[in-house]
């Protein structure tokens, strides 16, 4: 910016009233956060007597919020509209009040959803449980299944076995060979017993002598 531009838009008096009417709305907009904060108390004072909030203030500040939007838009050169006084008065958006809602209205509605939820939630598990419960007869019926196949495959192995050794012969047993060793002992009890009765006729002998 050369010279001359800052020194013709200091000398410029668009400026400089465009500077007046920015004090003069931002003293209108303090005026106007004083009367939004008194609205304010007097609404939430009208909804603890009475229940419900009262509709000639709830129109007040909504036309006081629309004014404050109007003069902010002016003062950062958002427009070059001047508001009240320069204009009218911003009219109320809210003209039908009936969807207004009130804070006890929106807890219960809360409240229903939350209950509804929880019910479908419920409603879930109970599906969930059906499903698991399903999963475990179709479980327990592949095993009964899987456990007769294999009983099916066993047991003809199994009879298979019995039937060859049904088929085969007995097998026949050796005659069992006498030993020298037998032999020898049965020789031993022989001469034992002649040398037994040997030794008997001799004492039977003696005897007969002696009584003789």
Known sequence: ???????????????????????????????????????????????????????????????????IYQALQFLIYNTEEKPFPFSEWPESEEEDLSSYESAEEVDGEVIDDVDTLEAELDDVEAEVDDVEAEVDEVQAEVDEVLGESSDDVIEPESASAEEQAAEKPPKRKKPAKTSKASDEEETVIELGADSAEAAASDSEGKASDEKK
Do not use: P
Request: charged letters at 15%.
């Open 1 to 67: 910016m050369s010279n001359e531009e800052l020194k013709q838009n200091l000398t410029s008096t668009n400026q400089w009233l465009r500077l007046v009417y920015m004090v003069l709305f931002a003293v209108l907009l303090e005026i106007a956060g004083f009367v939004m904060l008194a609205v304010v108390i007097a609404q939430f004072l009208f909804a603890i007597f009475t229940g419900g909030a009262n509709d000639n203030l709830r129109r007040l500040g909504d036309q006081i919020s629309s004014y």
